[in-house]
Nanobody, 127 residues
Framework: QVQLVESGGGLVQAGGSLRLSCKAS????????MGWFRQAPRKEREFVAA????????AYADSVKGRFTISRDNAKNTVYLQMNSLKPEDTAIYYC????????????????????WGQGTQVTVSS
């Protein structure tokens, strides 16, 4: 049974930082593309960042480029999202996701190409 468990969310003031973690189990982590999506109230789920199985390729939404960094530790079956310079518009539930295929380019942004999803962790940025 595949499980993705997010942690690290919380309440932070604008300009602050948070680091999200996602621990995976039940899959061969090093063979999966890992990603983060988010969903704000009354909005559709949107892509945030993704990383290839080797860590050699990454993708970011334009709205987070230069502020967020995705990384992974295949030995720990964990993917991270370091979020700096947070803004109120970053407030959302953040979901960890895994794709058992090689993705590239715009495919990183396509939620239906990911196979597994976590339950999400709430991030709230106050102004």
């Amino acid at each position: 049974q595949v499980q993705l468990v997010e942690s690290g969310g919380g309440l932070v003031q604008a300009g602050g930082s948070l680091r999200l973690s996602c621990k995976a189990s039940g899959l061969t982590f090093s063979r999966y593309t890992m990603g983060w999506f988010r969903q704000a109230p009354r909005k559709e789920r949107e892509f945030v960042a993704a990383m290839s199985w080797s860590g050699g390729n990454t993708a970011y939404a334009d709205s987070v480029k230069g502020r967020f960094t995705i990384s992974r530790d295949n030995a720990k079956n964990t993917v991270y999202l370091q979020m700096n310079s947070l803004k109120p518009e970053d407030t959302a539930i953040y979901y960890c996701t895994a794709a058992g295929r090689v993705l590239g380019g715009r495919n990183y942004y396509t939620a239906r190409l990911y196979d597994y999803w976590g339950q999400g962790t709430q991030v709230t940025v106050s102004s």
